[in-house]
């Protein structure tokens, strides 16, 4: 028996072909790409603060953000036009696949670093586009989903509200009082676990209170369970989040349209939509 | 038209999955049976998109892209879509030529980007009803060689039928345990309906890029093996759907004889037999297809195989993905499996170790392993200017296989299966050897006992 | 506790599917490595049946009473049921009780029917959450020690569980690409936290007619995986989940260690270098998991493996029959083929077979290559005393393999991959020999970073 | 390569196992089993004719009602008394699986040939348990399944009114009309053919009409999508028919009780209800 006189006779081509490597171009640098060209600041110190979002240091992004702040500019700019158009480049990278989850993670952590620092200044949190709620279904401990979730509602400028994992009901509801949010955010792993998300639509119903629009996903989750309730769009990817955000925001979308829209809305064909 | 009197292959032990005499040649830089297996996906088009036109086509499209990004992701060096349409899609023949278009725009925009090789195959629906003015000439009849022709007009690799010619009679014979209305309806009207179908439909393929694939009897065997079922089921016997299925490779034979290429169609059991004696390419389903039926026969099924097929599955949603993708994955990785094997040359110990794992769990399994398809190629070949003979020859040899296997102690069978074993093979000797005098025999039988059954919808 | 610092299989290629140094015997006759393979079937409970105890007890009986009637009606020899729990039923241990009795009765039913060979394999939930009272002496800690009693009293063959220990951290690991937290989360904390599940759930165990199975690092490395996703996907680099495999390896074996003995359960894909390490026989999952999720290993994980499972699926209808039919139907069928590769002798062939398909499909399906896990197994038990150590030396030697793999182009990377395998590898060579420095280190950068992680869950 | 060597190292229980043979139990009469002893008529001419249906023999099965007929045995006592209870025996032994389809396809061939010949003295169709109407959905041209189902209520003593296959709404909807049915059956291939089930419910209620259960079944046809309309049942096995046709009549079950209680009702366990 060898292995080895097995393997040194195959052609992977009629076995498995590696699509990625495939069809990869050529390397470039991030501040190459021209889209990001456009998208970065030109004037000091906005655009030192936006390449360390870009490079995704949080080390230097902290220092420039504080070295500008002792410079007087004011926080609001700096969130504006240096962070924000930082992360508004890894975005178009991200989209584009030169940049991956990764470096979205770390730029955002950059990003969300430097707004902190800002906001210290500010003596008040900072202006967002709008604030979105996010939990993972009570009875259910699994919440990387959620957390991607976030930092890509983060990333493109909304507020998330991290309730963790494992959330009652109630504390949903509650939360829906509290924040009036834009859009829900609900994760769960599992069949036995989603079903939290018709009872939270219940509540709110019943509470005579409104959401825009839950996103239900993760795991188990299917869109013919998610569309069997009101108020829910069943989200396929978490980087479709802040898309479905911008679409309530802007375009004024119910949960109804992101329903019938929702591949033209995320941008690219998605196998759950027909 | 050329009737088949010998046999391709020489050898049984030539036949391996992957390979055949004849390979096929297709667009988008496919072959098929040239030394690879090609996956197959297959989805049932979702209840309601029957509605509009613009239903099916977003439909269709959107089984059609999902299963290329599943390819694409996990790697797949080639695969085919086959699409069997919907009562609505062959009764309008706009809307099969819109489908198939976008069907095969969006497979070659996959073969441009990654270079995959892709495949159409375009399933029109045998949607005649016999009772209804006849097999032949009706408003059915026409629309069905108008589809075909849409499909072949606009994109599909190749096109693909199950014709359903006999099945009233064929039906009461399963049911009843009637050995012959089986062979009357599988052997001689089959064989009939299939000649005036095929005819016509390689000639539009012809006009086209198109190859005209194959036909299945699924109409008729399938029927006999789904009704017999698992081992415990009690409605069909084993033995008899296995002979019913040997005779049904002399039917589906004729689609080769009126020209087709191949890839037969994926539930065509019969196809190995016919592999054969004829050397085309082959589409088999078995272990993967679990989600549209259960077989007895899951690995066995795959021994000889050209195209690896999920047979059907409702088009929703899984953990793993959607249909599409999921079950795509399922066939690929199988194909993968065995292009390992070829590529290494270990084809044919991985077609044993198929064919071994099922060959007696059921007597219908124990026919179809490649070895025992051959002989029954054989008895087939011995008659093959007459459909009648071969069909009858094929199920003798069936039988004679499956009470040798019982006598070495190698299959068991139960007093159902020997029974019905018995009575059918005691019935096949004792028919004439004349094909005229078994026809009128049988047309009087049963044009009372049968309301459905029409003689004059096959020229008789 | 026993620490592994030797091999007990001496050489890789005497493992194969089916074949374990040490087998397990269970009742109901039963028998896993033992010289078969023995197929799994795995459904979840439909949304609704967490509401009542009722509710839940009847999808039990329903889920194993399919099983049983789908593995008689094509003639299974053996089968195992697992049942993973759902928060309710972990977080009620009479529920545990109840649903595992209903399953118990209804295969031994079958058991003294048919002589079929059945299994139960309870999986109780692991449901507690770091940041609510931590992982030990919580409520919910309790309760799943209450459901490993209630599981093994009342006639579970075997009882396993997904332990979630250092999560907090991995995850963050592997959402920003940072090896140091994998390790760290993989290697030190899920190690130091099984160590404290296990010793409790053996003891448990050992109390009943029940066997300690084992344990996987879903929470972590197919965090990764499925992170990776397919070959287009942007996510995880799939060369840093193949060194969060590898490192999985040595968390894994902890659970051998402390007394399990089998089979590691089914999404472990970490199990082929446990069980080159520690000869006992594993679940694994691959191409019939397919409705479960996607990897690109399917044929792969096949190679050694002893029982061989779905994974999960929406316990619903397919054409073919029900989930539990379709799927243990799916996995029965692969089983069978392994089974009679290995009664004919051939069962190294369809070994390589299986694992060629996959070995150059992605970096971890490189790793995991039988030869190439038994390298990580032994780069593990080189430093076997010491977990972040031998964690550490898994995750160094997986990166040599797929180095030379690129070197003498067999395999391929993508430059994400390329970057970020160096990245890790130089971040691991330059990691402290002294496993309280690199912890101390740890402890300080990732307490302030993750809010979650809290050492004195890991009694840090 | 020897496949023959491979075949002979074989030990077939570690691959298949055939449990259909394994578990057979000895061959007996038909008439020994003690319950179609204890149902078959003691006195002729009706133990013959009961006979002539358990042996599955059409031709005597005929000739011995037309002797009895013309004896002035009373046409009904001839179909209750003989042909029905020939027909309960072979039931029984279905049941027992003793017997297999074939045999209750010929028993019941063999039976209606009897009743047509009593009917032909009678002057008009005989009573029956009840009416149910059975019909293969329109575009789809199987009806294998639709045949036995007429069968297995014909010979549960039920008269079927077959209406073929291809059959539209409109048709189905007038038979209801015309019949007032206990109960009718509708089976399709297609998922997209079983959409004509609750178009016809639809068009049913539209009229004003009621049908007290549509059992719905075969090829594609599913569970979750026949209770997604009301009136239906889904149906799982072919001789399943009788019995709720049985239940509908004696107890008075609706739909929503047979969807209930469909296990229970066809006294096995059924997969697809849990
Ligand atoms: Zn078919
Ligand atoms: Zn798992
Ligand atoms: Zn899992």
């Known amino acids: 028996m060898s292995y080895d006189e097995f393997e040194s006779k195959m052609d992977q081509n009629f076995v498995a072909v590696r699509y990625n490597v495939e069809v990869e171009g050529a390397a470039i640098k991030p501040e190459e790409d021209l889209d990001v060209q456009n998208t970065l600041p030109t004037d000091e110190p906005f655009r030192s603060i936006a390449l360390s979002v870009l490079y995704e240091d949080r080390d230097s992004s902290l220092a420039n953000v504080q070295k500008a702040l002792k410079d007087k500019i004011s926080p609001i700019e700096i969130i504006n036009n240096g962070l924000m158009k930082g992360m508004d480049a890894v975005n178009i990278l991200y989209t584009k696949g030169f940049y991956f989850l990764p470096d979205l993670m770390l730029a955002g952590d950059g990003m969300m670093e430097g707004v902190k620092e800002c906001e210290k200044v500010l003596g008040h949190k900072s202006e967002t586009k709008g604030t979105v709620v996010s939990f993972v279904a009570e009875g259910d401990p699994h919440d990387i989903g959620k957390n991607m979730v976030v930092m890509f509602l983060r990333a493109g400028g909304f507020e998330a509200i991290d309730m963790g994992r494992d959330v009652p009901i109630k504390d949903v509801v509650n939360a829906v009082k509290e924040y009036n949010p834009l859009f829900m955010t609900g994760t769960a792993l599992m069949t036995t676990t989603m079903t939290a998300f018709p009872k939270i639509v219940d509540e709110i119903q019943k509470e005579g209170l409104e959401v825009p629009a839950i996103g239900c996903g993760g795991g188990a989750v299917r869109k013919d369970f998610v569309e069997s309730f009101p108020m829910s769009v069943y989200g396929v990817e978490a980087y479709h989040a802040p898309k479905l955000a911008e679409a309530i925001l802007k375009d004024k979308k119910t949960w109804k349209d992101l329903r019938k829209e929702y591949s033209k809305i995320v941008g690219e064909f998605v196998s759950e939509y027909s | ?460």
């Open chain 2, 1 to 460: 038209m050329k009737r088949f009197t010998k046999m391709v292959y020489k050898d049984s032990d030539d036949m391996v999955f992957g390979h055949a005499k004849f390979p096929v040649s297709q667009h988008w830089n496919t072959q098929i049976g040239a030394g690879y297996v090609v996956p197959e996906i297959k989805v049932a088009p979702v209840e309601g998109s029957e509605e509009t036109k613009e239903g099916m086509v977003s439909e269709c499209r959107n089984i059609t892209q999902s299963a290329c990004e599943r390819a694409v992701a996990i790697g797949l060096p080639a695969f085919m879509v086959e699409q069997e349409h919907i009562f609505q899609q062959t009764n309008n023949p706009d809307w099969t030529a819109e489908c198939t278009q976008v069907q095969a725009e969006t497979l070659e925009k996959y073969y441009d980007e990654y270079d995959i090789r892709v495949s159409l195959l375009a399933t029109p629906a045998d949607i005649r009803i016999e009772e209804r003015d006849g097999l032949r000439g009706s408003d059915y009849d026409n629309k069905i060689i108008e589809s075909v022709e849409a499909s072949a007009a606009n994109g599909a690799s190749c096109v693909a039928i199950e014709t359903i010619g006999g099945k009233s009679v064929s039906d009461y014979g399963i049911a009843r345990g009637d050995p012959k209305a089986i062979l009357f309806g599988i052997g001689v009207l089959g064989s009939i309906d299939m000649e005036y179908m095929w005819k016509r439909i390689v000639d539009v393929c012809r006009k086209y890029d198109c190859r005209p694939a194959g036909d299945t009897d699924c109409a008729q065997a399938n029927t006999a093996m789904f009704l017999a079922g698992g081992l415990l089921d009690k409605d069909c016997s084993h033995t008899l759907a296995a002979l019913a299925r040997a005779m049904a490779g002399a039917r589906s034979l004729v689609a080769v004889e009126c020209g087709a290429i191949g890839p037969l169609k994926d539930c065509g059991y019969e196809n190995p037999i016919i592999k054969a004696i004829s050397g085309v390419p082959i589409a088999t389903e078995g272990k993967n297809a679990v989600c549209a039926h259960s077989d007895l026969m899951g690995n066995l099924s795959a021994a000889v195989t050209d195209v690896w097929s999920n047979e059907s599955v409702y088009h929703r949603e899984e953990m793993g993905g959607t249909t599409p993708e999921v079950w795509l994955q399922a066939t690929g990785y199988e194909a993968a499996l065995m292009n390992t094997a070829i590529q290494t040359g270990q084809e044919k110990i991985l077609r044993d170790l198929y064919t071994l794992t099922d060959k007696y769990r059921d007597p219908q399994a124990l026919v179809l392993a490649y070895d025992n398809a051959y002989r029954i190629g054989e008895a087939i070949v011995k008659y093959g200017k007459d459909p009648y003979l071969r069909a009858r020859a094929a199920a003798l040899e069936a039988g004679a296989i499956i009470n040798e296997a019982v006598e070495s102690k190698k299959m068991y069978l139960t007093r159902f299966e020997r029974d019905s074993l018995d009575h059918a093979l005691n019935i096949f000797e004792a028919l004439p050897t004349e094909s005229e005098q078994f026809t009128d025999d049988c047309i009087r039988k049963y044009s009372r006992k049968i309301s459905e059954f029409d003689p004059k919808s096959y020229e008789l």
